[in-house]
């Protein structure tokens, strides 16, 4: 089941807010080798993504554009997808070709927060957090410890 489908652009890339003298600021703030953690936004401006990304296999540039999708991955109580060393087999191999790069993950947070509701994901520790409007994301459809897949492709 699609939860999300954006598109999306590239707006920072492991950038910071710090305080120096009594001013925010953003700052580069690469703490990972291999990881990067990029905000992008929707091109509807309703949507804003944080997300950790393995830039070593999937370099990501500001002001890139990106296809977007989380999936809600509907397993019966016997899967043994977690398990499995490779999870990719669980799912639609004409699906995941599509796309370049693809986490599989869990939802580990969310509510609403400003009138917008928010989901927290990890993906075996790289993180994720969408903010967005109610319209866009619909509440009833996230739910912590529910399995998610992210697609990713440049546009």
Known sequence: ???????????????????????????????????SRIFAISL????????????EIYPIHDQDKLDFRIMKVNLDENSEIDQHKNWIDFFDKKLIDLFEYVMYGTIFHCGIENKKFFFYGSFGGLLLKIFGSSEIISQKNFQVDSKILLLIRKI
């Open 44 to 55: 509807e401006n309703k949507t804003e993504i944080t997300l950790d990304i393995n830039t």
């Open 1 to 35: 089941m699609e939860l999300i489908n954006e598109k999306l652009i590239v707006k920072e890339i492991d950038m910071i807010s710090t305080k120096i003298n009594n001013k925010w600021i953003k700052v580069k703030n690469k703490i990972f080798s291999k990881v």
